[in-house]
């Protein structure tokens, strides 16, 4: 199966054909093949995260158990999980090795895409394991802000602080209290 992936890695243009687009309406968990047990080498995975109203924006919360293929030179050269921003291809962070868990990312806008590389050497394990959540916009009279389905929430200056997160005006910004 490995040589399967080879061609499109190599040339680097069929990339979209490992593409699964997933249409968000609640949590959900997208991981490595094989997690938390070691992924499959030269594998290009990419899942686009799509939720269904555009107002909608889209959480990513990174499992603990987090490690691939070192960096070298601190650089995610071989293996690595990377999320980007759709819009104009940002890309919002690369993470390879085991000696930092990314942190949550939030999409700007309905759509983020998370991109899954490995090479042919040096497989590792337990890979990555992504919890994915949808944030609904609450609007007030000074702030536009997002915040988990349930959550329980005050106000405060104009301001809703919801569960562990201060919504700043002018969202999606955000940041942990
Ligand atoms: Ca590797």
Redesign the pocket.
Known sequence: MSLFFLPGKAAGVHESQHEKVLSVTGDGIIQSPDFPNTYP?NTVIVWRLVAVTESSRIQLTFDPRFG??DAEDGICK??YVEVEEPVGDVVLGRWCGSEMVPGPQVSKGNQILIRFV???????DPGFCIRYSLLQQVRSDSCAMFFLPNATFTERAGCVFAENFLLIPNGPYYFPI
């Open positions: 080498r691939l293929e071989y293996d490995s090479d042919e050497y040096f497989p590792s």
